[in-house]
């Protein structure tokens, strides 16, 4: 009887436990979060807040020019045609210059942080 | 004798802001949408004589987006005219355009290498100055339809970015 308490009592943990980490992990981690930067009128949108490592940057053209959104430092270079949106997981942290080939008057940054663990 | 010619080319060019002296008469709409749509097919024309003679890959890219851009442009500007049934209207202003834009093109035909790199480029730094200011100080206030007052500011952006552009290129060839 005292044995079946005690795997009784260990089992009750673990469920406890399955149940507690996934919001445990979720909390610390800090899920990847997309963002979002309009193109349009031959100029770059809003900057989004808190960027991090790991994040996805959705560009998206709403002009009616072909545009690029080109890093600085080669990392990405993305063909926006016009209506078009493309996608890029932000690498590093630093600020994250861009700008765009056929444009080189439009130019951006984002300010990137890293991830809390 | 080059350095000649690409001076003459420059000059031939840079008197097109002539052509855009005030008129006296305020311009309707369908001339307005003439002579904006007459700039942007005189610099689809300069890119393609461009695309047919330079061999610097900037000066090519650049030649590219201009092809592009003002295609764009003028085909929203099309679209806008079926929508609205207004034809357009050939008018002093545009037929000097048009008259200017010929000769100019005929003096580059004449430059090679980087001299007509150097012409080509300058040539469009004039011209969008040119443009940029006939947009903002005759074209946008006296156009009436609001519709063509948007797609004329779209125009006036994209010609302020070219400007930007076209400068930057000027520098990288001196």
Not at chain 1, 12 to 17: C, E, G, P, S
Not at chain 1, 21 to 50: C, D, M, W, Y
Not at chain 2, 143 to 160: C, E, H, P, Y
Request: glycine share 4%; charged share 20%.
């Amino acid at each position: 009887m005292a044995q079946g308490n005690h795997s009784l009592g260990l089992c009750a943990v673990a469920m406890m436990l399955l149940f507690v980490s996934p919001e445990t992990s979720a909390t610390a981690r800090q899920p990847a979060k997309t963002h979002v930067i309009v193109v349009g009128n031959l100029s770059f949108g809003a900057v989004p807040n808190s960027v991090r490592v790991g994040d996805t940057i959705v560009w998206i053209n709403k002009d009616i020019f072909r545009h690029t959104a080109t890093a600085r430092d080669n990392s990405f270079d993305l063909d926006l045609a016009p209506g078009a949106q493309a996608q890029t997981v932000v690498k590093k942290t630093g600020i994250l210059d861009y700008y765009c080939r056929f444009h080189p008057g439009m130019t951006g940054k984002i300010s990137v942080v890293r991830r809390l663990q | 004798m080059m350095r000649k010619l690409a001076a003459t080319a420059f000059l031939a060019f840079a008197v097109g802001s002539a052509a855009f002296a005030k008129e006296d008469s305020k311009l309707n709409d369908a001339q307005i949408a003439h002579i904006a749509y007459t700039a942007g097919q005189i610099d689809i024309a300069a890119a393609d004589q461009a695309l047919s003679k330079s061999h610097a890959p900037a000066v090519r890219a650049f030649a590219e987006t201009m092809k592009r851009d003002h295609k764009a442009v003028n085909d929203q500007a099309t679209a806008l005219l079926n929508r609205l049934r207004v034809k357009p209207e050939a008018n002093p202003t545009s037929t000097a355009l048009s008259e200017q834009a010929t000769h100019s093109l005929a003096e580059l035909a004449k430059l090679e290498g980087s001299t007509f790199d150097r012409a080509y480029i300058q040539n469009e730094v004039t011209f969008h100055q040119t443009v940029n200011a006939a947009l903002q100080n005759t074209l946008i206030p006296d156009a009436d339809n609001a519709d063509l007052k948007s797609l004329l500011r779209t125009g006036l952006s994209l010609f302020q970015a070219h400007l930007i552009h076209a400068k930057q290129i000027a520098q990288s060839l001196r």
